[in-house]
């Protein structure tokens, strides 16, 4: 079962129009990455999924409930962090953590040892100080801890490592992973190296539509091209190579061969070992995430 | 219902911790001896002016200070304590709202009408809490010095008061659900006084307005019986009931 | 005299212990933020001091202490 439809969801503000159809669905136990430019309507969508917005027209379900505007799903399914969250400044780590729990109602006893648990998976349970003086990493990981308190089966993440630097960025990944084995994560993001790291189902919003959705395999599939690079050690060969492979094009010393199958490859090696061609690097270049970006958003 | 005691304590939590508890009980403890002190200090003042008032031509009988010159620096005093109120209180809603600290506890299942309901008791109960604190030290001061029974229906004159601060703190709750500022609260809260005093210009409409239950001179002095404020104190009450009310769905339809 | 000033003790004695408390908490308040809402720490020993009888405490927590 899919813990989160989205069919074809509509939204405007004023006369722009924001989102135009969008739909994915997120089966259960995946980190589902949600790709868009800035400005795409990344935040829009999840707003919409959360019943924060009202949106014009389509349907969301969390967990076979259907999501209405100004009441978001009460089974307590869902999780989530804000791109900047914001919390009470005068309560500690462990403060808010009960505060939401007392919310969801979990019993006090569960409350305690739970609290515990995830302050120690996001890092924060050597931490005594008040909310106040947090850095945005900081913040970033206490509200990981607020979203997963009541074990939801949805963790929705809106931007979670665009503000943070690396060391706060790997943790912050390292964190989703590991929730991953206690519940399905959605998160949106423009940095695609994050959506390789730990993704295994993405969805690419461009222009108020869903361009691509599926799993990180359906991609490798669907671009199975990939390119070869080589550099020779000494240029004046560069003529004899383009001469027998003339599909090839040279740019700043380095003769590129595109859409180059595995047979192509070993043709390529043979004819510069047959020629005694001496070689200084020879690359190979799987199609990635960026090229099918650009590809989705037509550039 | 765990969300609204949640959220209550919360709420509770957050009046101590930003100091804003301990600032209004000062203020309220301040004012309760205020006023019988401004009283007691009339005569030494009107003594000292005398000369003043001599050289233009006046003279100054000897003032002979009663519980009802304490009790009337008690209505003089207490709106000020109620505005200090209304101040602090009135970025309560907006601030968060703005800040976005309430989106992590709704997407909890948190509903907007116990944030509403639960930042609305707190101030009720801050401001019974102040204005009968205010009263008590005013009160035992002035039976400490004056004759308490000089003066009539004293209780009743303040829970007149107090009333009236129930209204204006529902007039928070209600400019809240829409507002986009404190500033602009307070600017709503501030235009509703102003009109009702602009409607209690026309004569006949006094008796059924709020402002009528500050009126509390009058009924010191024995002019006006408790029962004629009934009219405006039920008025009163079902104005701040229908504020309070209006605010849960405009909250429910406000975009966060 | 002095009878006379016996009589305003039981007023004046919780009134100074009040506002001397909360005029030295705030002033030990101030001076121990860096940053204020609006104002600088000058400006916020000087108001308070200035309007020792409430009014400058007052002041400094509804608009110059920095929001938690």
């Known amino acids: 079962m899919n813990v989160l439809e989205v069919r074809d969801i509509k939204k405007s503000f004023g006369s722009k129009k924001v989102l135009e159809g969008v739909s994915f669905s997120v089966p259960e136990n995946c980190v589902f990455g949600f790709i868009g430019r800035n400005g795409a309507g990344k935040t829009t969508t ?76 996001v890092g924060l349970d050597k931490e005594k100080h008040r909310i106040k003086g947090y850095s945005r990493g900081m913040k970033q990981r206490l509200g990981i801890a607020q979203a997963l308190i009541n074990r939801p089966k949805l963790l929705i993440c809106d931007e979670p490592t665009s503000a943070l630097d690396p060391v706060g960025r790997k943790e912050i990944l390292d964190i989703l992973s590991t929730a991953k084995e206690q519940t399905s994560v959605v998160f949106s993001t423009h940095i695609l190296s994050d959506v390789e790291r730990i993704c295994t189902q993405v969805a690419f919003l461009e222009g108020g539509r869903t361009a691509f959705s599926g799993s990180i395999e359906e991609i490798h599939a669907m671009k199975s091209d990939t390119a070869l690079e080589l550099t020779l050690a000494r240029p004046e060969d560069t003529g004899r190579v383009t001469a027998t492979f003339p599909g090839c094009t040279v740019s700043e010393g380095k003769l590129i061969f595109p859409k180059a199958s595995d047979s192509d490859q070993a043709e390529l090696m043979a004819f510069l070992g047959a020629q005694a061609i001496p070689v200084m690097r020879l690359e190979r270049h799987e199609a990635d995430l960026e090229d099918l970006f650009m590809e989705v958003i037509g550039k | 219902m765990k969300g609204f005691t949640a959220f209550f304590s919360k709420e509770v939590r957050e009046l101590i911790r930003t100091k804003r508890l301990m600032i209004l009980a000062a203020v309220f403890i301040v004012v309760g001896i205020m006023n019988p002190a401004i009283a007691k200090l009339t005569p030494k003042i009107i003594e000292m002016e005398a000369e003043t008032f001599d050289s233009m031509g006046m003279t100054v009988g000897e003032v002979k200070v009663t519980a009802m010159d304490c009790w009337t620096q008690f209505i003089k005093n207490i709106p000020m304590a109620l505005i200090v109120l209304l101040i602090m209180m009135s970025g309560a809603y907006t601030s968060e709202y703005a800040k976005g600290t309430l989106i992590p506890l709704l997407t909890k299942g948190l509903s907007r009408s116990a944030v509403v309901l639960s930042k609305f008791f707190v101030m009720l109960t801050v401001w019974s809490a102040g204005l009968w604190l205010c009263f008590g030290i005013t009160y035992f001061y002035s039976g400490y010095y004056w004759d308490n029974s000089a003066v009539k229906e004293l209780p009743f004159a303040a829970f007149g008061w107090w009333l009236f601060g129930v209204l204006m703190i529902s007039c928070i709750v209600f400019f809240s659900s829409f507002a986009g500022s404190a500033g602009q609260v307070m600017l709503g809260t501030g235009a509703a006084y102003f009109a009702m005093t602009m409607i209690g210009m026309y004569k006949k409409a006094a008796e059924y307005l709020p402002s009528r239950l500050c009126d509390c001179a009058s009924l010191y002095k024995g002019e006006l019986e408790p029962s004629d404020y009934f009219k405006a104190a039920v008025i009163t009450a079902a104005v701040s009931l229908v504020l309070v009310a209006a605010a849960l769905p405009l909250t429910n339809r406000r975009q966060l | 005299m002095d009878a006379e000033i016996r009589e305003y003790l039981p007023l004046i004695i919780p009134l100074i212990i009040v506002q001397f408390s909360l005029l030295g908490y705030t002033i030990v308040h101030i001076l121990r933020h860096d940053t204020y809402k609006r104002g600088s720490r000058a400006l916020w020993l000087i108001i308070t001091l200035v309007g020792m009888n409430f009014w400058g405490p007052l002041l400094y927590f509804i608009l110059g202490k920095e929001e938690e």
Do not use: H, Q, W
């Open chain 1, 46 to 121: 999840m707003r919409a999924v959360l019943g924060l917005l009202k949106t014009d027209g389509g349907e969301i379900d969390v967990c076979g409930e259907r999501v209405s505007y100004g009441c978001t799903p009460k089974s307590g399914c869902i999780g989530f962090l804000p791109d900047v969250p914001e919390f009470y400044g005068y309560m500690n780590a462990r403060e808010y953590l009960t505060l939401c729990g007392d919310i969801t109602g979990i019993d006090r006893s569960t409350l305690k040892s739970r609290c515990s648990e995830l302050l120690e998976l």
